[in-house]
């Protein structure tokens, strides 16, 4: 009866799992939409010699018809490809379809490229083609090292960091000082495509890459707590320094994501946002914040939890058994 007893519980948990997952899923439920007028893609009609175009052309970035270069693979260029017009979605996610490639050597290439979403745009400077000191969001495809004691990171390297006009990116750290995190990308001379994957929604900010021709998305970052003002501009930039490559955007498709929210969430969400901001940053800088589980990993420790106590309990009762039988045999 107590086995009957124990399959049972342990046939509720299965039970309440499937519940707890699908539950999980229906609270991340969405929807996404491609919105064109924030999005890049062939054939550039009027991009760079028209002024309906949605997207400018800065610096030494041209158009071809395969691609938009920021850089070509030449020394000291820099270039860049803004929107001109301001985003106002709450939640959005971004797929960049980009190439990097020059005649250089591994570690004889430089400098790298980013993708903003900032209240600046068409502004040049040392940030990978863009102003220092910038407002908002930048995503950096870094590809060569120029902090070189720091030998444990392979470039090319992907990292974040989130601006509020104040705060400057560390060019000869690699930007380490302000990074919310990242991961290496080897993206030089591939053959097959390049993708990167910028999703923000519920001010939690995501970053993955698809670079190795399988058509499969693989972690890069996950940062929550983001906080992104509305009215941004999004945008692409590369530079070259003595080392040079070619910088290419093949498209920027920005989709619009509806999402359910609690009460709750929309409540937290209801304020206003006038500055970027990441909470917790200076735990996130140290790499101390600790993610919060999952609701199936909440369900599966639970469940490891509810067998190992089981699992004493039949224990306990075949001792128990065996001391009561044995304290019987004494009274014959």
Known sequence: MDFISYWTCVLILLASSRSLAND??????MEEFLKR???????????????????ELMGDSMVTTEQV?????????????????????????MQVHFKIHGQG?????????????????????PVFGNKDNFTGLGVFVDTYPNEEKYLERIFPFVLAMVG?????????????????????????NLKHDTFLFIRYIRRRLTVMIDIDGQHEWRDCLDIPGVRLPKGYYFGASAITGDLSDNHDVV??????????????????EEEEITIPSVDNLEQILRGEVEEGMSGVAI?????????????????????????????????Y
Request: hydrophobic content about 30%; overall charge positive; aromatic content about 12%.
């Open 69 to 93: 270069r920021l850089t070509p693979d030449m020394q000291s260029r820099q270039g860049a490809v803004w929107s001109r017009i301001p985003c106002h979605l709450k939640d959005w996610e």
């Open 251 to 268: 498209s920027l498709k920005l989709y619009q994501l509806t999402v359910l929210r609690s009460k709750k969430e929309e409540e937290e």
């Open 24 to 29: 999980d899923d229906d609270h991340h439920e």
């Open 105 to 125: 050597k591994k570690n004889l290439n430089g400098d790298g490229m980013a993708i903003w979403y900032t209240k600046e745009r068409m502004k040049k400077g």
């Open 164 to 188: 509020n006009g104040s705060v400057g990116y560390d060019h000869e750290r690699d930007g380490r000082p302000t990074e919310l995190g990242g991961c290496n990308a080897m993206v030089r």
């Open 299 to 331: 369900f599966f420790t639970v469940l490891f939890c509810m067998l190992g106590f089981f699992m004493l309990i039949v224990v306990g009762l075949v001792v128990y058994s065996h001391w009561n039988e044995n304290r019987r045999k004494r009274f």
């Open 37 to 55: 007028e924030y999005s890049l893609s062939k054939p550039y009609q009027g991009v760079g010699s028209s002024g309906s175009s949605h997207w």
